[in-house]
C-alpha cells in the first residue's frame, strides 16, 4: 500500500533516514511529486540546446589515435574541449564494452536490492568508512531534494574494496576504476603538457590519486519539469570519468563566453553507446589558473525510464597543496586561485547543498 505522508517529516524520514530512497518512494506508488521535491524555477535545467550532430560533445574522441598518425590532433581536440565546454566524449578508452555493460547491470543489481540491504551503508551506521548509500546531495541542508539515490566507493587500495565495497557490485566497479585509471592519467600529461608544464610520476599521482566510484539512480519521475536529478554544481576532481546509460539527462551551463551575451543555455552530453564523457573539475580549473574549465552541470529527470550512471572522481589527495601551476600563473601575469590543500576545498564543498560553480569562490583572488 502507498504509504501516506501527512507531513513532511514523515517523508523525510521514509526516503532519506530509513533508506528507502526516491526509488522506495517510486516503488510505492506515488502519482505525483510531494513538495519537497519541487525545485524553485531558478534552479530547474529550463532552456536546454540539443547539441548539433557535428559538435565536439556528441562527436567522440577516439583515443587509439594518439598513438598513431593522428596524434597532434587528437591532443588538439581534448585541449580545445578542456578549454572551452569543459566536457568530451572518448572512445577506445581502455574500458571493453563488456565491461560497460556489466557495470551497468552491477548497478541496477545494487538498487534492486530491497531497502535494509541499502541502508546498512546509510551514513553513521555504515559498517565502513569507504561505502556510504544516500539519497539526494545535501538531504540535510537543501531546501528541494533531489531526485536521486546513489551508493559511492572510495578506493583506498584492492583489499579494502574487496572487503568492503558491497558484493553485488565491487568486482565491476574496481576493475572500472583501474582500467579509466590508466587513461585519466594520460589525458591528464596531455592537458599539463599543454600548458608547458612537465610533472614528475608522483605528483601526477598525487593529483589524482585519491578515487571515488559513485552509482547513481535516477528513478523515473511522474513531473520532471518540477525536479532535478542533480543540481548544477561543478566537480571538485581533477578529471571525472562518466558512464551513463542511453537514457539520457545530463546537461553542462553553456559560460558567457560561449553564449555571446544570450541568456543561460544548457546543452545535452548525448548518451553515446561504448563512449565514457571525461570532464574537467574545480581542481583542474584551479591548477590551470582558470584555463580549463570546470564546467556547471546538472542531470534532468525524466517519466519514461529510469537511469544509471557511473562516475569516477579522479581527485587530489586530501593533503596535496592545490593552486595554479607556477609557470602558468607567471605566463598569465597572476595567480587568479590561491593555493589551498585539498581537503581544505573539500570541507568547504560538501555539507553544502549544490549551488552552481560557487564552491571556486572559496579560492578566488579577490580583484583589488
Ligand atoms: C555527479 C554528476 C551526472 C550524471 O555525480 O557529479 O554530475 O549524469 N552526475 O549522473
Ligand atoms: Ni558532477
Given at each position: 500500500?502507498?504509504p501516506?505522508?501527512?507531513?513532511?517529516?514523515?517523508?523525510?524520514?521514509?526516503?532519506v533516514?530509513?533508506?528507502?530512497?526516491?526509488?522506495?518512494?517510486?516503488?510505492?506508488?506515488?502519482?505525483?511529486?510531494?513538495?519537497?521535491?519541487?525545485?524553485?524555477?531558478?534552479?530547474?535545467?529550463?532552456?536546454v540546446?540539443?547539441?548539433?550532430?557535428?559538435?565536439?560533445?556528441s562527436?567522440?574522441?577516439?583515443?587509439?589515435?594518439?598513438?598513431?598518425?593522428?596524434?597532434?590532433?587528437?591532443?588538439e581536440?581534448?585541449?580545445r574541449?578542456?578549454?572551452?565546454?569543459g566536457?568530451?566524449?572518448?572512445?577506445?578508452?581502455?574500458?571493453?564494452?563488456?565491461?560497460?555493460?556489466?557495470?551497468?547491470?552491477?548497478?541496477q543489481?545494487?538498487?534492486?536490492?530491497?531497502?535494509d540491504?541499502?541502508?546498512?551503508?546509510?551514513?553513521?551506521?555504515?559498517?565502513?568508512?569507504?561505502?556510504?548509500?544516500?539519497?539526494?546531495?545535501?538531504?540535510?541542508?537543501?531546501?528541494?531534494?533531489?531526485?536521486?539515490?546513489?551508493?559511492?566507493?572510495?578506493?583506498?587500495?584492492?583489499g579494502?574494496?574487496q572487503q568492503?565495497?558491497?558484493?553485488?557490485?565491487?568486482?565491476e566497479?574496481?576493475?572500472?576504476?583501474k582500467?579509466?585509471?590508466?587513461?585519466?592519467?594520460?589525458?591528464?600529461?596531455?592537458?599539463?603538457?599543454?600548458?608547458?608544464?612537465?610533472?614528475?610520476?608522483?605528483?601526477?599521482?598525487?593529483?589524482?590519486?585519491?578515487?571515488?566510484v559513485?552509482?547513481?539512480?535516477?528513478?523515473?519521475?511522474?513531473?520532471p519539469?518540477?525536479?532535478?536529478?542533480?543540481?548544477?554544481?561543478s566537480?571538485m576532481?581533477?578529471?571525472?570519468?562518466?558512464?551513463?546509460?542511453?537514457?539520457?539527462?545530463?546537461?553542462?551551463?553553456?559560460?558567457?563566453?560561449?553564449?555571446?551575451?544570450?541568456?543561460?543555455?544548457?546543452?545535452?552530453?548525448?548518451?553515446?553507446?561504448?563512449?565514457?564523457?571525461?570532464?574537467?573539475?574545480?581542481?583542474?580549473?584551479?591548477?590551470?589558473?582558470?584555463?580549463?574549465?570546470?564546467?556547471?552541470?546538472?542531470?534532468?529527470?525524466?517519466s519514461?525510464?529510469s537511469?544509471?550512471?557511473?562516475?569516477?572522481?579522479?581527485?587530489?589527495?586530501?593533503?596535496?597543496?592545490?593552486?595554479?601551476?607556477?609557470?602558468v600563473?607567471?605566463?598569465?601575469?597572476?595567480?587568479?586561485?590561491?593555493?589551498?590543500?585539498?581537503?581544505?576545498?573539500?570541507?568547504?564543498?560538501?555539507?553544502?547543498?549544490?549551488?552552481?560553480?560557487?564552491?571556486?569562490?572559496?579560492?578566488?583572488?579577490?580583484?583589488?
Amino acid at each position: 500500500m502507498a504509504p501516506t505522508f501527512d507531513d513532511g517529516n514523515s517523508l523525510f524520514d521514509f526516503v532519506v533516514k530509513d533508506g528507502n530512497g526516491v526509488k522506495g518512494l517510486v516503488d510505492s506508488g506515488i502519482t505525483k511529486v510531494p513538495e519537497r521535491f519541487i525545485q524553485p524555477p531558478s534552479e530547474r535545467i529550463e532552456k536546454v540546446v540539443q547539441s548539433s550532430k557535428d559538435h565536439f560533445a556528441s562527436v567522440p574522441i577516439d583515443l587509439s589515435k594518439l598513438d598513431g598518425p593522428d596524434h597532434d590532433q587528437v591532443v588538439e581536440a581534448i585541449v580545445r574541449a578542456a578549454e572551452t565546454l569543459g566536457f568530451f566524449q572518448v572512445i577506445n578508452h581502455g574500458v571493453s564494452f563488456d565491461l560497460l555493460e556489466s557495470l551497468k547491470n552491477a548497478a541496477q543489481r545494487f538498487f534492486a536490492q530491497p531497502a535494509d540491504a541499502k541502508a546498512v551503508y546509510l551514513k553513521r551506521v555504515s559498517p565502513s568508512p569507504f561505502v556510504k548509500y544516500g539519497t539526494s546531495f545535501a538531504p540535510e541542508q537543501e531546501k528541494a531534494l533531489e531526485w536521486k539515490d546513489f551508493v559511492s566507493m572510495v578506493y583506498t587500495n584492492d583489499g579494502d574494496a574487496q572487503q568492503h565495497w558491497p558484493k553485488v557490485c565491487k568486482e565491476e566497479a574496481l576493475e572500472y576504476l583501474k582500467l579509466s585509471s590508466k587513461m585519466v592519467r594520460r589525458l591528464l600529461e596531455i592537458l599539463i603538457g599543454n600548458l608547458g608544464v612537465t610533472l614528475d610520476d608522483s605528483r601526477l599521482e598525487s593529483l589524482i590519486g585519491n578515487k571515488i566510484v559513485n552509482m547513481n539512480f535516477y528513478p523515473i519521475c511522474p513531473n520532471p519539469e518540477l525536479t532535478i536529478g542533480v543540481g548544477r554544481h561543478s566537480d571538485m576532481s581533477i578529471l571525472t570519468v562518466l558512464l551513463q546509460d542511453n537514457v539520457g539527462g545530463l546537461y553542462v551551463k553553456l559560460e558567457e563566453d560561449i553564449l555571446d551575451g544570450r541568456k543561460e543555455e544548457w546543452m545535452e552530453i548525448p548518451p553515446i553507446p561504448g563512449a565514457l564523457v571525461i570532464n574537467a573539475g574545480d581542481s583542474l580549473q584551479i591548477l590551470s589558473n582558470g584555463r580549463y574549465k570546470s564546467a556547471e552541470h546538472g542531470v534532468r529527470t525524466t517519466s519514461k525510464k529510469s537511469r544509471i550512471s557511473i562516475p569516477v572522481f579522479n581527485l587530489p589527495r586530501p593533503t596535496e597543496k592545490i593552486g595554479p601551476l607556477p609557470h602558468v600563473a607567471e605566463v598569465d601575469g597572476g595567480a587568479v586561485y590561491r593555493e589551498v590543500m585539498f581537503q581544505e576545498y573539500m570541507s568547504n564543498h560538501v555539507g553544502h547543498a549544490h549551488e552552481g560553480k560557487k564552491s571556486l569562490d572559496f579560492v578566488k583572488v579577490k580583484a583589488n
